[in-house]
């Protein structure tokens, strides 16, 4: 298949192109593009070395099979569209696309049925969301899911490169806050993007957003708290979930150890610091909640893997799957 993608050189661009590797997509073509500043760059692709190419309107008139964009949302606001009209599907990271009600907003475990014939922009969810969703749709299949709270413990590359720097240089003694708005090395921030009006931030409203979109729950009740946390990969949740009826612990243990990209943690759990490679959702500490229709766990995955690249490329091999194409 002929690919591209925009963002090359970033935390995710970098990891789609290690995972295109790892799930053996067939690639027969890759073309790599980002900003100004960093075309002419060589990046390895396997043993194949690949220059960076300035992201301009003529290469996204290409005609890929598919263009894996993660250059954030006014990129790909301007340049998804020209790739999606000459004809090349897009799967975006970026918060462009996630809210308009004609895109699909797609976790493939989950709602990956909406790429059966559908050709254009798909997006793929935050990274706090896919890990979570996981899980939650789970338990939606067997209780009914009615209300959702969640405490997020986001680590810096959530943020790009530019966050990783930032508390590498915090680590190394720099007093500059860089790219938050207070220090973050041994330090914790209850502030992921603006707030808005009724007090919750951007992170916490796109919690809410996509997760009642990918579940197919509009009435779904959802409260996040989300904080930035001085860890470089791998973010953590404390959920609490409320369901229709009564929600059995042991029933819910044995469909989780088994369900598709969940990792069950029994009578254990993991910390970002444990994740390795791992593309998984790890459920962790499952326990009762307060009353009978509730359960309380512990999540934990890779941001830029599960959240982001593992996601988009099973995205890819979904789409090509269902087109006929692999
Ligand atoms: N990091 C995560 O955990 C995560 C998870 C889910 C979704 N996302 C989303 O994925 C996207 C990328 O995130 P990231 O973490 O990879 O960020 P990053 O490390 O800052 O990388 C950003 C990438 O975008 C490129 N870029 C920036 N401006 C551009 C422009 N005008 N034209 C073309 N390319 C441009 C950069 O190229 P240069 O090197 O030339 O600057 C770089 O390749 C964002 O939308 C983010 O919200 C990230």
Same mark, same amino acid.
């Given at each position: 298949m002929k690919l591209a993608v925009v963002g090359a050189t970033g935390e995710v661009g970098r990891m789609m192109m290690t995972c295109l590797e790892e799930f053996a997509v067939p690639v027969a073509s890759l073309e790599l593009f980002a900003s100004? =500043? +960093? #075309? @002419?760059e060589t990046l390895y692709f396997g043993d194949t070395a690949l220059t960076v190419r300035e992201l301009d309107a003529a290469g996204m008139r290409e005609n890929f099979d598919y263009v894996l964009f993660s250059a954030g949302a006014g990129v790909a606001r301007e340049f998804a569209p020209i790739a999606a009209a000459s004809g090349s599907v897009v799967i975006d990271n +970026? +918060? @462009?696309? =996630?809210? !308009? #009600? !004609?895109i699909p907003l797609v976790v493939p475990e989950i709602n990956g049925s909406l790429l059966q014939g559908y050709r254009g922009i798909v997006a793929n969810p935050n990274c706090t969301t896919i890990q979570m969703v996981l899980p939650l749709a789970v338990l939606d299949r067997l209780f009914g899911l009615t209300k959702l709270v969640v405490s997020t413990y986001q680590s810096v590359s959530g943020s790009g490169h530019k966050g990783v720097a930032t508390l590498q240089d915090q680590r190394a003694g720099g007093s500059g806050k860089g790219i938050y708005p207070d220090i973050i090395d041994l330090n914790v921030i209850p502030q992921i993007g603006a707030f808005a009006d009724n007090g919750y931030s951007q992170e916490e409203e796109k919690i809410h957003f996509e997760t009642r979109k990918i579940l197919d729950l509009p009435d779904l009740e959802a409260c996040a708290t989300t904080v930035r946390v001085p860890v470089y990969y791998g973010h953590s949740e404390s959920i609490y979930a409320e369901f229709a009826s009564e929600a059995d612990l042991a029933l819910a243990a044995r469909e989780l150890k088994h369900a598709e990209s969940i990792a069950f943690e029994e009578n254990t759990y993991i910390t970002p610091c444990d994740l390795g490679s791992s593309n998984d959702s790890h459920v962790c500490r499952l326990r009762r909640g307060p009353g009978q229709n509730s359960l309380c766990f512990w999540n934990v995955g890779h941001n830029v893997r599960l959240g982001a690249a593992t996601n988009a490329v099973r995205i890819l091999l979904k789409h090509a799957q269902l087109a006929g194409r692999i």
């Open positions: 100004a =500043r +960093s #075309a @002419g +970026s +918060s @462009g696309f =996630r809210q !308009d #009600a !004609d």
